[in-house]
T-cell receptor
């Protein structure tokens, strides 16, 4: 049981480039979300999804795009990378049976934008 | 605006010490408070508290919630170097989306041998 799998683990981009962070879960969880973690700021919600085909914005959505075509996958797209998007990104999932509030996190993706 | 404040921001202790980490909150429609431990990588779930005064315990870790004073503490007794991590507190407002969860900025605990 892999849980939540994120790729890549590390990425360096130049300003203006685009990329996609991949996230997949094999727990049949309904809820998936993306967070960014910056020093001293805790985890901030970027986008989330309550099921396939349904997504919504979190606290810091600007510059990011998501889609949820299947229950398992929830990719995060950076449209035109900026240095302010240098951060560690975590994907998380949770389910109705285990509790929507009890998140299982992926291992994180460290992104540097030059 | 909902707030979750953790203190101290960082703490350095020696093996065998007991530590207390604090989490205070101002959240509308409080439903539960959660503690996570974050070592090098992903945060992992420790406890969920919903009722005042009921201690949750797992080995050397324990936590309690005070809904009247709006805070929770996480105690770790007989600390070990493996307890070194960032401890995150989060408060849940209910409902079925991640938007209902607010995280604090964490306490960095370092346990020296």
């Amino acid at each position: 049981n892999a849980g939540v799998t994120q790729t890549p683990k590390f990425q360096v981009l130049k300003t203006g480039q685009s990329m996609t962070l991949q996230c997949a879960q094999d727990m049949n969880h309904e809820y998936m979300s993306w967070y960014r973690q910056d020093p001293g700021m805790g985890l901030r919600l970027i986008h989330y999804s309550v099921g396939a085909g349904i997504t919504d914005q979190g606290e810091v959505p600007n510059g990011y795009n998501v889609s949820r075509s299947t229950t398992e996958d929830f990719p995060l797209r950076l449209l035109s990378a900026a240095p302010s998007q240098t951060s560690v990104y975590f994907c998380a999932s949770s389910g109705r049976t285990t509790g929507a509030n009890v998140l299982t996190f992926g291992a994180g993706s460290r992104l540097t934008v030059l | 605006e909902d707030k979750v404040v953790q203190s101290p921001l960082s703490l350095v202790v020696h093996e065998g010490d007991t530590v207390t980490l604090n989490c205070s909150y101002e959240v509308t429609n409080f439903r539960s408070l959660l503690w996570y431990k974050q070592e090098k990588k992903a945060p992992t779930f420790l406890f969920m508290l919903t009722s005042s005064g009921i201690e949750k315990k797992s080995g050397r870790l324990s936590s309690i919630l005070d809904k009247k004073e709006l805070f929770s503490i996480l105690n770790i007794t007989a600390t070990q170097t493996g307890d070194s991590a960032v401890y995150l507190c989060a408060v849940w407002r209910g409902g079925g989306s991640a938007r209902q969860l607010t995280f604090g900025s964490g306490t960095q605990l370092t346990v020296l041998p």
